[in-house]
C-alpha cells in the first residue's frame, strides 16, 4: 500500500453523515480537524497520552490521533462540537466546567468533556476518587484538575436532575 | 446589573468559558488559509557536530514538496543570521543568541537544521526525513559541571563558562564566625519543562489585501515577536503579530525562537502563508527547560536559631543558547532569602553552557529552586538543633510591622527589593491551624503503630510581581455603547479578558459581558510587553484601570453639558451617564461616543479631546510583592517509594482579588506544576547529551489521581503600589510546593533519618535511600 493511496469512507459526526475520498493514513484527528473543519478536538502529544484528542465512537471514548479515519468508516462520531443541545444551551456538564472552572486555557477541554460524558454515562453517581480516575489518562496543565473533578461531580448532579 | 462594588472581587464565570465548551476557540493551529504551506523541520540528531553537507534531492523529488531551505536561503531576506538581542543584563551573550537555521554547526539535539514546505504536514514530515545531512561529530558537553574544563559547545565560543558573579549582602563572613551553629547543604534541583498541552507553533500569513504580513502565533509576547521580527527582516509596518487562543504557556511561549523567525523568513521569501504546528517530541528538545542547578551552602545561626547569614555557590547550565538574558540563577540567588532576616548573603554564582537544549523561564522562573534551598536549611537547623520547623521559621520570618520592608539587594531593574506589604507569620500561623500541625505528631504516631509512614512539612514563597515598567490598557466605547479593552498582556488561559472586563466594566458602569478584551495583538496597541512574572494584574490591570476611569471622567464632562448638571452630580451607570437620585436624567454612553467621534464643521464639546477612548501606559518600577505559605501532609510507601498528599493547605496574599474563582484555579494549578517539580517531572539526558524523555509516557506530568484536593486560604493585604491594590498570583502557587513536599517526605522518613537534597525525588530514589539508610 502506497502511503498517498485512498479510500472513501462515510462517517456520521454530530450526527451529520460525511461520505469522503481520504488518504489511507490521514488519522481520525486530522480528518476531523482538517477535512471537516471541525477544530475543536485538539492534539496534544499525537502519541495517545494527553487526551486532549478524545472523541466517542460508537458512543465510547478514543484517542483520535491513534485512529486512522478509515478505521471510522461506518461509525458515529460524537466531538466536542456535538455535546451541546443546541446554540441557545450549553449540556448540564459544559454548565458544570463553567460554574466550577473547569477549565482555563481550554485546550484539554475537549478531551475531558468526551472522557466525562461516557464516563458518566457508565457511572452516574461517581465518587471523587472514581472521577479522578476517569481522568487520569488527559493531561491539564492549568487546573491542577480540582475545578474539573468538582465540576464533573456537580454535573452528576446536573444530569440526575434532568433526569427525574 | 454591575456596580463597581459588586465588579472587582466577585466570583463570575468566565467570558471564555462557552466558546471553549463549544469547541469553538480560535488556536494557531485551527487557522486554515487557502494556499497556505506547511513546514517541518530537518534536526540535529546530535549534541554537536559540523554540517558538512545537506542533500535536499530526495526531499525535492517528493510530489507536494515545495522548497526545502537552509540558514543561507533565509539570509538573502534577514539582517542578520542570528537573534541578535539586547543583552540588558550586559552579559557577553553575542555567541549565544540562537540562529534561524543551525550555521553550518549544530549544538543541541533538536536544533533546526532545515526547513521542508510542502502541501500538508504529512508530506512535509515525509521529506525531512528524506534530507541527508552528512555531519561530523565534535566533543561535546553533557554535564554542565564539567563545562569549565571541556572544549567549547559551539566553536565560536571561547569559554563554555557565560559568566561568573556574585549575589551578595552584609557581613558574610563576619556572621558565620560568630555563628553558634554552621551547617552545610548539598542540592540538585530540576524543574523539566512548561508543557502546555498545546505545543509551539504559527502560521505566517501573506494577506492578500496589502501583501503584508500577519503571524498568528501561540506566543506569551506577540509586541517582542513583532519587535524581533521586525529588526530581523527588516519589516516596516506591515509586519502584525496577533496571538490567538493560546492553549498555555507557563513561561516556554515568551520566548522568541528558531522556527518563529524561520518560519516568517519563509513566508516572506516566498511569498506564501506558511504554518508550523510542533509535535509534543519537537516540544520535549526545543521549548526551553529549566534543568540543572547545582547548589553548595551553608547557613550560620545563632543559640536561638536565628539566621546569621548564607553563603555558597550556584552552578546553573542554561543550555546550547540564551533566547534572553539567562536571568534566573540571578532570580534564585537574589530572592533566597525569601520571607526570612537574613543579615547576611554571599551566593557566588556561575553560568555554563552546555550541548543541550537551551534554559530560559518556566512557571517561577529561579524562584523555586531559591525556596528550596532556603527551606532545605531551615529544615537542616531545625533539624540539626531538634526544634520545631515551623517555630524555625518564626523567629525568623519578618514581622509584619516591619513593611515595607528592604532587602539590601536590588532586584534587576536596579531598584530597590523593598517588600511593599504582607504579614507572613500570620499566613503561617493560619496555615498551620487548617492543617492541623499541633495534632500531627499524633497522626504520625498512630500511623507508625500500624506501619504507616505519614509526614508534614511546610514552606514559604515569596513572589516578585507586576515585573515593569509599564503595561499597556487602552479602553475604548464605541456607538454602540460596547466596550472594548486593547491590551498588550497576554491570554493565555489565566482568564485575563474577564478580569480585565471586570476592571473596566467597574469604573465604566456596564455589565461585563459587554466588554471585549483584544490581548496581544500588535494591530490594536503598539506597545506591549506580554503575560510572565505573575505580572499582568498588576500592570495591565492597573493601565486598564485608569484608562477606564479617564473615560468615564470624560462621559461626565460631555454628559455635564448635555445634561446641564455638575459632574460631581453624575455617574456612569446601565452603560449611561445619570444624574445621581435622577436616573430618568441621562444621556446614553453610545450617544457620547457618537459626540466625540466628531461631525465634520459641526461644534464639539468644549474642555475634552476626540475619541470616547483612553490609554495607559502606567509605569511601575517596583514589585509588588505576593506570598505563600503551603503546608503538605504526606504518606509514604517505604516499598515502593510511591508518595500520597493526604492533605494539602496552600495559604496565599496576592493583596486584592479581582475574581476569587480565577486565583484559585491558578493556585491548584501552580500547587500541581510543584507537584510535577517535587516527584515526577525529569527532562533526561543520557552521558551522550541525547534526550531520553522525548514523550509524556517517559516525561511524567502529574494526573488527576496525584494531586489532592487542596484547600486554599487568602489574606487579602492591599499592595500600596498600584491603584488596583492587587498583586499577582500566577507563580505563586508554585515556588514553596516542592519545598514543602519534600520537607514533607523527610519527616515521614524520620525513623530513617534520610536528608534530601533534591528535586525530583522519584520513588526509586526514595527507596535507594532507604535502602542506604538501613544497611
Given at each position: 500500500m502506497e502511503m498517498t493511496d485512498k479510500r472513501t469512507i462515510t462517517v456520521s459526526v454530530n450526527g451529520t453523515k460525511h461520505t469522503k475520498e481520504v488518504p489511507v493514513r490521514i488519522t481520525l484527528a486530522d480528518f476531523i480537524r482538517y477535512e471537516l473543519g471541525l477544530t475543536g478536538t485538539h492534539l496534544g502529544c499525537e502519541?495517545?497520552?494527553?487526551?486532549?484528542c478524545t472523541i466517542l465512537l460508537d458512543g465510547r471514548s478514543a484517542r483520535s490521533c491513534l485512529m486512522l479515519a478509515v478505521q471510522a468508516d461506518?461509525?458515529?462520531?460524537?466531538?466536542?462540537?456535538?455535546?451541546?443541545?443546541?446554540?441557545?444551551?450549553?449540556?448540564?456538564?459544559?454548565?458544570?466546567?463553567?460554574?466550577?472552572?473547569?477549565?482555563?486555557?481550554?485546550?484539554?477541554?475537549?478531551?475531558?468533556?468526551?472522557?466525562?460524558?461516557?464516563?458518566?454515562?457508565?457511572?452516574?453517581?461517581?465518587?471523587?476518587?472514581?472521577?479522578?480516575?476517569?481522568?487520569?489518562?488527559?493531561?491539564?496543565?492549568?487546573?491542577?484538575?480540582?475545578g474539573i473533578v468538582l465540576a464533573a461531580l456537580d454535573a452528576a448532579k446536573r444530569m440526575k436532575a434532568g433526569r427525574a | 446589573?454591575?456596580?463597581?462594588?459588586?465588579?472587582?472581587?466577585?466570583?463570575?464565570?468566565?467570558?471564555?468559558?462557552?466558546?471553549?465548551?463549544?469547541?469553538?476557540?480560535?488556536?494557531?493551529?485551527?487557522?486554515?488559509?487557502?494556499?497556505?504551506?506547511?513546514?517541518?523541520?530537518?534536526?540535529?540528531?546530535?549534541?554537536?557536530?559540523?554540517?558538512?553537507?545537506?542533500?535536499?534531492?530526495?526531499?525535492?523529488?517528493?510530489?507536494?514538496?515545495?522548497?526545502?531551505?537552509?540558514?543561507?536561503?533565509?539570509?538573502?531576506?534577514?539582517?542578520?543570521?542570528?537573534?541578535?538581542?539586547?543583552?540588558n543584563s550586559g552579559m557577553p551573550l553575542d555567541k549565544c543568541w540562537p540562529f534561524a537555521l543551525a550555521p553550518g554547526e549544530v549544538s543541541y539535539v533538536g536544533e533546526p537544521v532545515a526547513m521542508v514546505l510542502a502541501d500538508n504536514r504529512y508530506i512535509a514530515e515525509d521529506?525531512?526525513?528524506?534530507?541527508?545531512?552528512?555531519?561530523?561529530?565534535?566533543?561535546?558537553?553533557?554535564?554542565?559541571?564539567?563545562?569549565?574544563?571541556?572544549?567549547?559547545?559551539?566553536?565560536?565560543?571561547?569559554?563554555?563558562?557565560?559568566?561568573?558573579?556574585?549575589v551578595a549582602f552584609g557581613d558574610v563572613d563576619a556572621a558565620f564566625a560568630k555563628a553558634a551553629h554552621v551547617f552545610k547543604r548539598e542540592l540538585w534541583q530540576h524543574r523539566g519543562a512548561a508543557h502546555s498541552i498545546e505545543a509551539r507553533g504559527l502560521v505566517a500569513e501573506l494577506r492578500q489585501a496589502d501583501g503584508g504580513i500577519t503571524v498568528h502565533a501561540s506566543t506569551q509576547k506577540a509586541h517582542d515577536l513583532q519587535q524581533t521580527l521586525t529588526t530581523l527582516m527588516d519589516f516596516d509596518q506591515d509586519l502584525r503579530v496577533a496571538a490567538p487562543d493560546i492553549g498555555g504557556g507557563f513561561g516556554a511561549k515568551l520566548c522568541v525562537y528558531s522556527e518563529d523567525v524561520a518560519v516568517t523568513a519563509a513566508a516572506k521569501l516566498l511569498n506564501r502563508s506558511i504554518k508550523w504546528t510542533e509535535d509534543r517530541r519537537e516540544y520535549f528538545t526545543n521549548a526551553v527547560h529549566e534543568r540543572d542547578q547545582y547548589w553548595h551552602l551553608e547557613i550560620a545561626v545563632d543559640a536561638e536559631a536565628k539566621v546569621l547569614g548564607v553563603r555558597g555557590k550556584l552552578l546553573h547550565d542554561t543550555g546550547a543558547f540564551t533566547h534572553q538574558d539567562p536571568n534566573i540563577p540571578y532570580n534564585s540567588a537574589s530572592t533566597m532569602s525569601g520571607p526570612y532576616i537574613v543579615p547576611g548573603l554571599s551566593i557566588d554564582v556561575t553560568i555554563a553552557m552546555s550541548n543541550k537544549t537551551p534554559v530560559s523561564s518556566v512557571r517561577g522562573a529561579g524562584y523555586p529552586q531559591a525556596a528550596f534551598a532556603m527551606e532545605r536549611l531551615l529544615d537542616l537547623v531545625a533539624h540539626e538543633m531538634k526544634l520545631d520547623r515551623a517555630e524555625v521559621r518564626r523567629r525568623n520570618l519578618i514581622p509584619a510591622h516591619k513593611m515595607p520592608y528592604k532587602k539590601p539587594l536590588k532586584a534587576r531593574s536596579g531598584a530597590a527589593m523593598e517588600y511593599d506589604s504582607g504579614d507572613y507569620p500570620a499566613c503561617q500561623a493560619e496555615a498551620l491551624t487548617a492543617a492541623g500541625w499541633d495534632d500531627f505528631p499524633k497522626r504520625q504516631a498512630a500511623a507508625r503503630a500500624s506501619g504507616r509512614y505519614l509526614g508534614i512539612g511546610l514552606a514559604h514563597g515569596v513572589k516578585g510581581t507586576g515585573r515593569g515598567p509599564f503595561e499597556s490598557g487602552l479602553v475604548r466605547i464605541s456607538r454602540t455603547g460596547k466596550v472594548t479593552v486593547f491590551t498588550g498582556a497576554s491570554a493565555m488561559g489565566q482568564g485575563l479578558g474577564t478580569a480585565m472586563a471586570q476592571i473596566a466594566a467597574a469604573q465604566i458602569g456596564v455589565p461585563v459581558e459587554n466588554v471585549t478584551v483584544v490581548a496581544g495583538d500588535t494591530s490594536g496597541v503598539s506597545l506591549g510587553l506580554g503575560g510572565f512574572a505573575s505580572r499582568q494584574t498588576v500592570t495591565a490591570g492597573s493601565s486598564v484601570h485608569l484608562a477606564a476611569l479617564a473615560v468615564a471622567d470624560k462621559a461626565k464632562k460631555v454628559a455635564s453639558h448635555i445634561l446641564e448638571a455638575a459632574e460631581h452630580d453624575l455617574e456612569l451607570a446601565g452603560g449611561e451617564v445619570r444624574v445621581v437620585g435622577a436616573?430618568?436624567?441621562?444621556?446614553?454612553?453610545?450617544?457620547?461616543?457618537?459626540?466625540?467621534?466628531?461631525?465634520?464643521?459641526?461644534?464639539?464639546?468644549?474642555?475634552?479631546?476626540?475619541?470616547?477612548?483612553?490609554?495607559?501606559?502606567?509605569?511601575?518600577?517596583?514589585?509588588?510583592?505576593?506570598?505563600?505559605?503551603?503546608?503538605?501532609?504526606?504518606?509514604?510507601?517505604?516499598?515502593?517509594?510511591?508518595?500520597?498528599?493526604?492533605?494539602?493547605?496552600?495559604?496565599?496574599?496576592?493583596?486584592?482579588?479581582?475574581?476569587?474563582?480565577?486565583?484559585?484555579?491558578?493556585?491548584?494549578?501552580?500547587?500541581?506544576?510543584?507537584i510535577g517539580n517535587a516527584f515526577y517531572e525529569w527532562m533526561g539526558y543520557?552521558?551522550?547529551?541525547?534526550?531520553?524523555?522525548?514523550?509524556?509516557?517517559?516525561?511524567?506530568?502529574?494526573?488527576?489521581?496525584?494531586?489532592?484536593?487542596?484547600?486554599?486560604?487568602?489574606?487579602?493585604?492591599?499592595?500600596?503600589?498600584?491603584?488596583?491594590?492587587?498583586?499577582?498570583?500566577?507563580?505563586?502557587?508554585?515556588?514553596?510546593?516542592?519545598?514543602?513536599?519534600?520537607?514533607?517526605?523527610?519527616?515521614?522518613?524520620?525513623?530513617?533519618?534520610?536528608?534530601?537534597?533534591?528535586?525530583?525525588?522519584?520513588?526509586m530514589k526514595i527507596v535507594e535511600m532507604i535502602r542506604a539508610a538501613k544497611i
Amino acid at each position: 500500500m502506497e502511503m498517498t493511496d485512498k479510500r472513501t469512507i462515510t462517517v456520521s459526526v454530530n450526527g451529520t453523515k460525511h461520505t469522503k475520498e481520504v488518504p489511507v493514513r490521514i488519522t481520525l484527528a486530522d480528518f476531523i480537524r482538517y477535512e471537516l473543519g471541525l477544530t475543536g478536538t485538539h492534539l496534544g502529544c499525537e502519541h495517545g497520552v494527553c487526551g486532549a484528542c478524545t472523541i466517542l465512537l460508537d458512543g465510547r471514548s478514543a484517542r483520535s490521533c491513534l485512529m486512522l479515519a478509515v478505521q471510522a468508516d461506518g461509525h458515529e462520531v460524537l466531538t466536542v462540537e456535538g455535546i451541546a443541545p443546541g446554540p441557545d444551551a450549553l449540556h448540564p456538564l459544559q454548565e458544570a466546567f463553567r460554574d466550577n472552572h473547569g477549565l482555563q486555557c481550554g485546550f484539554c477541554t475537549p478531551g475531558m468533556l468526551t472522557t466525562l460524558l461516557e464516563f458518566l454515562g457508565d457511572n452516574p453517581d461517581p465518587t471523587e476518587q472514581e472521577v479522578r480516575v476517569a481522568i487520569s489518562g488527559n493531561l491539564c496543565r492549568c487546573t491542577g484538575y480540582q475545578g474539573i473533578v468538582l465540576a464533573a461531580l456537580d454535573a452528576a448532579k446536573r444530569m440526575k436532575a434532568g433526569r427525574a | 446589573m454591575s456596580s463597581p462594588t459588586t465588579t472587582i472581587g466577585s466570583r463570575i464565570t468566565r467570558l471564555e468559558d462557552e466558546p471553549l465548551l463549544r469547541g469553538r476557540g480560535r488556536f494557531f493551529d485551527d487557522i486554515a488559509l487557502s494556499g497556505m504551506w506547511h513546514a517541518a523541520f530537518v534536526r540535529s540528531p546530535h549534541p554537536h557536530a559540523l554540517i558538512k553537507s545537506i542533500d535536499t534531492g530526495a526531499a525535492l523529488a517528493l510530489p507536494g514538496v515545495h522548497a526545502v531551505l537552509t540558514l543561507d536561503d533565509l539570509a538573502k531576506i534577514m539582517v542578520s543570521r542570528r537573534m541578535t538581542r539586547h543583552s540588558n543584563s550586559g552579559m557577553p551573550l553575542d555567541k549565544c543568541w540562537p540562529f534561524a537555521l543551525a550555521p553550518g554547526e549544530v549544538s543541541y539535539v533538536g536544533e533546526p537544521v532545515a526547513m521542508v514546505l510542502a502541501d500538508n504536514r504529512y508530506i512535509a514530515e515525509d521529506a525531512a526525513a528524506l534530507v541527508m545531512v552528512d555531519y561530523e561529530i565534535l566533543p561535546f558537553v553533557a554535564d554542565v559541571r564539567k563545562a569549565k574544563d571541556s572544549p567549547p559547545i559551539r566553536r565560536e565560543l571561547a569559554s563554555n563558562v557565560i559568566t561568573t558573579y556574585k549575589v551578595a549582602f552584609g557581613d558574610v563572613d563576619a556572621a558565620f564566625a560568630k555563628a553558634a551553629h554552621v551547617f552545610k547543604r548539598e542540592l540538585w534541583q530540576h524543574r523539566g519543562a512548561a508543557h502546555s498541552i498545546e505545543a509551539r507553533g504559527l502560521v505566517a500569513e501573506l494577506r492578500q489585501a496589502d501583501g503584508g504580513i500577519t503571524v498568528h502565533a501561540s506566543t506569551q509576547k506577540a509586541h517582542d515577536l513583532q519587535q524581533t521580527l521586525t529588526t530581523l527582516m527588516d519589516f516596516d509596518q506591515d509586519l502584525r503579530v496577533a496571538a490567538p487562543d493560546i492553549g498555555g504557556g507557563f513561561g516556554a511561549k515568551l520566548c522568541v525562537y528558531s522556527e518563529d523567525v524561520a518560519v516568517t523568513a519563509a513566508a516572506k521569501l516566498l511569498n506564501r502563508s506558511i504554518k508550523w504546528t510542533e509535535d509534543r517530541r519537537e516540544y520535549f528538545t526545543n521549548a526551553v527547560h529549566e534543568r540543572d542547578q547545582y547548589w553548595h551552602l551553608e547557613i550560620a545561626v545563632d543559640a536561638e536559631a536565628k539566621v546569621l547569614g548564607v553563603r555558597g555557590k550556584l552552578l546553573h547550565d542554561t543550555g546550547a543558547f540564551t533566547h534572553q538574558d539567562p536571568n534566573i540563577p540571578y532570580n534564585s540567588a537574589s530572592t533566597m532569602s525569601g520571607p526570612y532576616i537574613v543579615p547576611g548573603l554571599s551566593i557566588d554564582v556561575t553560568i555554563a553552557m552546555s550541548n543541550k537544549t537551551p534554559v530560559s523561564s518556566v512557571r517561577g522562573a529561579g524562584y523555586p529552586q531559591a525556596a528550596f534551598a532556603m527551606e532545605r536549611l531551615l529544615d537542616l537547623v531545625a533539624h540539626e538543633m531538634k526544634l520545631d520547623r515551623a517555630e524555625v521559621r518564626r523567629r525568623n520570618l519578618i514581622p509584619a510591622h516591619k513593611m515595607p520592608y528592604k532587602k539590601p539587594l536590588k532586584a534587576r531593574s536596579g531598584a530597590a527589593m523593598e517588600y511593599d506589604s504582607g504579614d507572613y507569620p500570620a499566613c503561617q500561623a493560619e496555615a498551620l491551624t487548617a492543617a492541623g500541625w499541633d495534632d500531627f505528631p499524633k497522626r504520625q504516631a498512630a500511623a507508625r503503630a500500624s506501619g504507616r509512614y505519614l509526614g508534614i512539612g511546610l514552606a514559604h514563597g515569596v513572589k516578585g510581581t507586576g515585573r515593569g515598567p509599564f503595561e499597556s490598557g487602552l479602553v475604548r466605547i464605541s456607538r454602540t455603547g460596547k466596550v472594548t479593552v486593547f491590551t498588550g498582556a497576554s491570554a493565555m488561559g489565566q482568564g485575563l479578558g474577564t478580569a480585565m472586563a471586570q476592571i473596566a466594566a467597574a469604573q465604566i458602569g456596564v455589565p461585563v459581558e459587554n466588554v471585549t478584551v483584544v490581548a496581544g495583538d500588535t494591530s490594536g496597541v503598539s506597545l506591549g510587553l506580554g503575560g510572565f512574572a505573575s505580572r499582568q494584574t498588576v500592570t495591565a490591570g492597573s493601565s486598564v484601570h485608569l484608562a477606564a476611569l479617564a473615560v468615564a471622567d470624560k462621559a461626565k464632562k460631555v454628559a455635564s453639558h448635555i445634561l446641564e448638571a455638575a459632574e460631581h452630580d453624575l455617574e456612569l451607570a446601565g452603560g449611561e451617564v445619570r444624574v445621581v437620585g435622577a436616573p430618568q436624567l441621562n444621556v446614553k454612553l453610545g450617544e457620547i461616543a457618537r459626540i466625540l467621534q466628531g461631525a465634520p464643521g459641526y461644534g464639539f464639546p468644549a474642555g475634552v479631546d476626540p475619541g470616547l477612548e483612553a490609554t495607559s501606559m502606567h509605569r511601575m518600577d517596583s514589585l509588588s510583592y505576593a506570598n505563600a505559605c503551603h503546608v503538605a501532609e504526606v504518606e509514604v510507601d517505604t516499598e515502593t517509594g510511591e508518595v500520597k498528599i493526604l492533605r494539602y493547605v496552600a495559604m496565599q496574599d496576592s493583596g486584592v482579588l479581582i475574581n476569587p474563582m480565577m486565583v484559585e484555579g491558578q493556585i491548584h494549578g501552580g500547587v500541581a506544576h510543584g507537584i510535577g517539580n517535587a516527584f515526577y517531572e525529569w527532562m533526561g539526558y543520557d552521558d551522550g547529551a541525547q534526550p531520553v524523555t522525548t514523550t509524556l509516557a517517559d516525561y511524567l506530568l502529574p494526573t488527576a489521581t496525584e494531586v489532592p484536593m487542596f484547600t486554599t486560604l487568602y489574606k487579602e493585604t492591599r499592595s500600596p503600589l498600584n491603584p488596583l491594590g492587587v498583586k499577582g498570583v500566577g507563580e505563586a502557587g508554585t515556588i514553596p510546593a516542592a519545598a514543602a513536599l519534600i520537607s514533607a517526605v523527610e519527616d515521614a522518613l524520620s525513623p530513617f533519618n534520610v536528608r534530601i537534597g533534591q528535586v525530583p525525588l522519584t520513588p526509586m530514589k526514595i527507596v535507594e535511600m532507604i535502602r542506604a539508610a538501613k544497611i
